[in-house]
């Protein structure tokens, strides 16, 4: 039952904590907004963006969750209600990498596929995945986006190619 509780209650006042620390835009501007003219569902929507943000493996290895849905909630209050969930989330996706998620992931990924080391690297699968994790991650740091993740993949593959001398 606690351990219920303390999720529950656990991501709310994380949500909360960022929302007061980040700036808001309209008070960014000058502009002072009432907790009570925030609309109940905008905090509900902020929660769910950061559950389906820690459900998704993938999402959540490119994204840091409690970030990405305090960023969510800012803009969706700066965009007011008749703004596109989709187009709120596209306003500050990039706002939030996780970069040792994603290079992770990209290790996890590379060593389950042992036949896409180059030959240099041939019985140093793992020094092969962690130079393309560590350039995968370096590559997502500059663009941090999952968009261009393609990009981001064959760079990282080209940055290991070769062996580095001992």
């Known amino acids: 039952?606690?351990?219920?509780?303390?999720?529950?209650?656990?991501?709310?006042?994380?949500?909360?904590?960022?929302?007061?620390?980040?700036?808001?835009?309209?008070?960014?501007?000058?502009?002072?907004?009432?907790?009570?003219?925030?609309?109940?569902?905008?905090?509900?929507?902020?929660?769910?963006?950061?559950?389906?943000?820690?459900?998704?493996?993938?999402?959540?290895a490119h994204y840091d969750c409690p970030c990405l849905a305090a960023r969510?909630?800012?803009?969706?209050?700066?965009?007011?209600?008749?703004?596109?969930?989709?187009?709120?989330?596209?306003?500050?996706?990039?706002?939030?990498?996780?970069v040792p998620g994603r290079a992770g992931w990209a290790y996890a990924r590379c060593i389950g596929r042992p036949t896409l080391t180059p030959p240099g690297w041939r019985g140093d699968a793992d020094g092969y995945c962690a130079c393309y994790a560590n350039a995968y991650a370096r590559l997502f740091r500059g663009t941090p986006s999952a968009?261009?993740?393609?990009?981001?993949?064959?760079q990282a593959r080209v940055a290991c190619m070769n062996r580095p001398a001992p």
């Open 147 to 154: 968009r261009v993740s393609v990009r981001i993949d064959s």
């Open 1 to 60: 039952m606690w351990s219920h509780c303390a999720r529950y209650w656990g991501s709310r006042a994380l949500l909360l904590l960022a929302v007061v620390l980040l700036p808001l835009p309209a008070l960014a501007q000058g502009g002072d907004i009432p907790w009570d003219l925030i609309p109940p569902e905008f905090i509900q929507e902020a929660i769910e963006v950061e559950a389906e943000c820690a459900g998704n493996p993938f999402v959540a």
């Open 72 to 98: 969510f909630f800012g803009e969706r209050i700066a965009q007011g209600p008749d703004a596109d969930r989709n187009g709120v989330l596209m306003a500050v996706q990039d706002a939030c990498p996780n």
